[in-house]
Nanobody, 125 residues
Framework: QVELVEAGGGSVQAGGSLRLSCVAS????????MGWFRQAPGKEREGVAA???????SYADSVRGRFTISVDNTKNNLYLQMNSLKPEDSATYYC???????????????????WGQGTQVTVSS
């Protein structure tokens, strides 16, 4: 079993930056696919960014060039650096992970076995 805990959400004005973090604990592994999803009120959950154990990164078109996903050397800490934030980025952000996948590219929700509880990001205009 794996536990994911997010942190770093908050409120910011448009154009500002936030850095989300996600700590993974438990039965993690060297092979992984980890990602960030978000869900705004009344909307479906959507993929934001993902990274795998081969170092491949993928981003939603809406955030490419503004957001950066990364993991640290322990592979247990996932980050999402969010720059040039827009009001439409406001949502609850979720960390997700799976350790049975060696590589992933633009993964869907079904590709992940483990989820965090979510952290709220609010961007005001």
């Amino acid at each position: 079993q794996v536990e994911l805990v997010e942190a770093g959400g908050g409120s910011v004005q448009a154009g500002g930056s936030l850095r989300l973090s996600c700590v993974a604990s438990g039965n993690t592994g060297s092979n992984y696919c980890m990602g960030w999803f978000r869900q705004a009120p009344g909307k479906e959950r959507e993929g934001v960014a993902a990274i795998d154990s081969e170092g491949t990164r993928s981003y939603a078109d809406s955030v490419r060039g503004r957001f950066t996903i990364s993991v640290d050397n322990t592979k247990n800490n996932l980050y999402l650096q969010m720059n040039s934030l827009k009001p439409e980025d406001s949502a609850t952000y979720y960390c997700a992970a799976d350790y049975a996948i060696i590589a992933c590219h633009s993964p869907t929700q079904d590709d992940f076995s483990y989820w965090g509880q979510g952290t709220q990001v609010t961007v005001s205009s």
